[in-house]
């Protein structure tokens, strides 16, 4: 998603990140053939818990580049982003989100790919002007309604913890008044139109609900309201676990600029830092098994 803003604005706290080619020196997808890429997938589809089945097929990602906006529609497409439909060479925060649903939902590099598009675009039609650029207005609320997770942030907070919401408004006449303006070639009929509402827990309070981060869990950064910006998630990752230890892994655009595991702790603090731009919570997906078909 070529809107989203990656840095912080303050300084940049790095404490235990795990960044290396891939875990106990394996091959990233980026040095593997396709047959490689099957067999990996073939391992992860045995894993009957999606959760772990996520966190298996990310862990050749680790150390992927980061490029923000490194896919489109190819050179096939309408010309508005002829970046490639599927990329394992780069990631940007979204894009490895994607690539993990895919991964993880197929057992092959064929059937992975009629996955992505299925994801990356409203109802499977590939288009720029179907793709699901707005993380409030299109890819949350899209992926739970064709089926690929449910609303889990509730669900992380507990009956005890605190749930708050946040909104964004828009319309053809805001986003040509926008940031975006300039950087998205959608026309009028391609832009969501209205008010679309995020719930998050808020920032203080995540690192006490996390016995409740299930393996496999989205997470997306929520933001403060900003002049000129439609957005309110601003970056996205999954939650993973090692050694009993909760990590998010994330592909960012600071520091190691590519996939990493950042310690919980370490990562809520990082957002804590931002200034230019405050986080206000974290908002949860659980990704589930879409319908056949």
């Known amino acids: 998603m070529r809107w989203m803003m990656g840095t912080t604005g303050g300084v940049m706290v790095w404490l235990g990140v795990a960044l290396s080619a891939a875990p106990g020196g394996h091959l990233r997808y980026a040095e593997m053939t396709d047959p490689q890429v099957n067999t990996v997938l073939q391992k992860a589809a045995k894993v009957p818990d999606l959760g772990?089945?996520?966190?298996?097929?990310?862990?050749?990602?680790?150390?992927?580049?980061?490029?923000?906006?490194?896919?489109?529609?190819?050179?096939n497409g309408d010309g508005r982003d002829t970046d490639p439909r599927?990329?394992?060479?780069?990631?940007?925060?979204?894009?490895?989100?994607?690539h993990a649903l895919a991964f993880a939902l197929s057992q092959d590099v064929a059937a992975a790919k009629?996955?992505?598009?299925?994801?990356?675009y409203t109802k499977g039609v590939v288009g720029?002007?179907?793709?699901?650029?707005?993380p409030d207005a299109q890819w949350v609320p899209g992926l739970i309604a064709e089926g690929y997770a449910v609303e889990a942030t509730a669900s992380v907070a507990g009956p005890k913890g605190r749930v708050e919401t946040t909104s964004v408004t828009i319309t053809p006449e805001t986003?040509?008044?926008?940031?975006?303006?300039?950087?998205m070639a959608l026309t009028p009929q391609e832009i969501p139109n209205g008010t679309f509402t995020i719930p998050y827990i808020p920032l203080d309070e995540l690192v006490s609900h996390q016995a409740r981060l299930e393996t496999g869990l989205i997470i997306n950064i929520v933001k403060a309201p900003k002049d000129g910006l439609l957005v309110r998630i601003s970056h996205q990752g999954l939650v993973v676990r090692k050694g009993g230890k909760v990590f998010v892994r994330n592909a960012t655009s600071v520091g190691p600029k590519a996939v990493v595991d950042e310690p919980?702790?370490?990562?809520?603090?990082?957002?804590?830092?931002?200034?230019s731009w405050p986080t206000v919570g974290f908002h949860f997906m659980k990704p589930t098994l879409p319908p056949q078909g």
Not at 53 to 67: S, W
Not at 86 to 98: A, G, K, Q
Not at 114 to 120: H, N, Q, V
């Open 52 to 75: 772990d089945r996520l966190q298996l097929v990310t862990e050749p990602f680790l150390g992927t580049p980061y490029i923000l906006g490194n896919m489109g529609e190819g050179p």
């Open 86 to 98: 599927y990329n394992v060479l780069s990631t940007d925060c979204t894009t490895f989100v994607e």
């Open 114 to 120: 009629t996955r992505l598009d299925a994801i990356r």
């Open 128 to 134: 720029y002007g179907t793709r699901r650029h707005w």
């Open 175 to 183: 986003f040509q008044a926008s940031a975006h303006a300039a950087g």
């Open 264 to 275: 919980l702790a370490a990562f809520v603090a990082r957002q804590k830092a931002a200034k």
